[in-house]
């Protein structure tokens, strides 16, 4: 397994929207294996392949509090959602910054596992949200974009600021 390299917003590569995994296979199964150490190491609860420039509909996460509760879901798609709350949720591509995000409350989602099988499940809560946030991703969105553009945009200068002077630092 190995740590892969996590883009940070405003990369650009970061919008592109994934395509769906053709066959889940031995470089599928390491490519998962691989997001699991990334995302535990960062540390988060949930990571989509996008975000470390892969664009292939694939995400992890686990939002247990004693990270045993690992799932995986390929070309996951949303089939229903109903209800609405407001969460705060922060994100590894926005490091540091956590915001009230509006979400359904309760979704099902179909997709396939890491044995290339399909399910759906039912989910809420913070289950529900991260899996709606990761796939936000695959589609090439991220948090930010649900918040005001004046928002976003001194978000973002304050980000690039902060970006520049590690970059001058390093």
Excluded: W
Aim: net charge negative.
């Amino acid at each position: 397994m190995s740590l892969l390299k996590i883009l940070e917003y405003p990369h650009p590569r970061l919008r592109i929207k994934a395509v769906p995994v053709a066959a889940v296979n031995d470089t599928i199964r390491q490519l998962v294996d691989d997001l699991f150490e990334t995302m535990y190491a960062a540390p988060g609860i949930g990571l989509a392949a996008t975000q470390v420039d892969v664009h292939q509909r694939l995400l992890v996460l686990d939002v247990s509090d004693d990270q045993n509760e690992s799932m995986c879901f390929i070309n996951p798609e949303i089939i229903a959602r109903d209800g609405a709350e407001i969460t705060e949720e922060g994100c590894l591509s926005v490091p540091g910054v956590y915001e009230g995000i509006e979400r359904a409350q309760h979704i099902r989602v179909r997709a396939l596992g890491r044995d290339g099988n399909s399910f759906e499940m039912d989910a809420e809560g913070l289950l529900a949200v991260c899996i709606q946030h990761e796939i936000d991703h695959l589609d090439g969105k991220l948090f930010v974009d649900y918040l005001s553009e004046l928002k976003r945009q001194r978000l973002k200068k304050k980000i690039v600021k902060a970006q520049k002077q590690t970059s001058v630092t390093a």
